[in-house]
């Protein structure tokens, strides 16, 4: 019964493990997704309307750190 409890916690880690390997490797491929169209919209002559937007704020987000700064 005692190589069945260490078999079991074993499997238990090892299946959690994967699994949240698994999912991170999910996500990490959602995220260079997203990251490579927004580099190619970047580099497109005429900007898509939400690339604009949010450029825009992140611009004054910038812009608004640069004047709190302390100097």
């Known amino acids: 019964m005692d190589a069945f409890g260490r078999a079991a916690i074993w499997g238990f880690c090892w299946g959690f493990l994967w699994g949240i390997g698994c999912s991170l490797a999910i996500l990490y491929s959602i995220y260079l ?27 004054a987000r910038r812009a608004k750190k640069a004047a709190s700064a302390p100097k």
């Not at 997704?33 to 704020?57: L, M, N």
């Open 33 to 59: 997704a997203g990251y490579r169209k927004a580099i190619k919209d970047s580099f497109k002559p005429v900007k898509p309307e939400r690339f604009t937007q949010i450029f825009e704020r992140v611009q």
